[in-house]
């Protein structure tokens, strides 16, 4: 995205990223959390959150529907607002592992586009940025529908609702495929604190 600002310097702090990361005795990290509506990534983020929370170490969620109450609501659903969405999310997420925070995002982020603009986005901060594709098939995410969106977008009361009047990508090499279909929220999770600790971010 072009730079409007003009006449502004990138100031340096006095205090290191490895010394946050020191403080905290973790490394700040995003994981990136994309799926349709209904395959489960806010209950996997929160769930692993509060596991990671519980070990004693520092985790927050920012979740596609908080999130559009506060920072981004003035954004719908149109392809264009889905972008600026998702490049918000990525920018905040990226200052939240930046301080050493483990930082879950739990957005549909439907196109692919998106994705790789927020890893490019860490990937120049020098910051990990883990893709979580909760897989479940669209037929049971309908069948869940936990908030009655799917029975509203097949009525034609939502439009440009993802998988069903809007697309969704899904990722083509994300760093962990969670295969969500009748599983246990806490298996999920373990899988992807499993994964952070493979990559030694709870160190």
Known sequence: MAQKATNITWHEGHVSREDRFKQLKQKGATIWMTGLSGSGKSTIAFTAEHKLVEQGKLAYCLDGDNIR???NSNLGFSPADRTENIRRIGEVAKLFADTGVITFTSFISPYRADRDLCRKIH???GLPFIEVYVDVQL???EERDPKGLY???RAGEIPEFTGISA???EPHKPELVIKNEGKDPNASADEVIAYLKSRSLLD
Request: net charge negative.
């Open 139 to 141: 037929e049971t995410c």
């Open 167 to 169: 697309p969704y990508e």
């Open 151 to 153: 029975k509203k977008a």
């Open 123 to 125: 990937e120049e901060a």
């Open 69 to 71: 109450h506060g920072l």
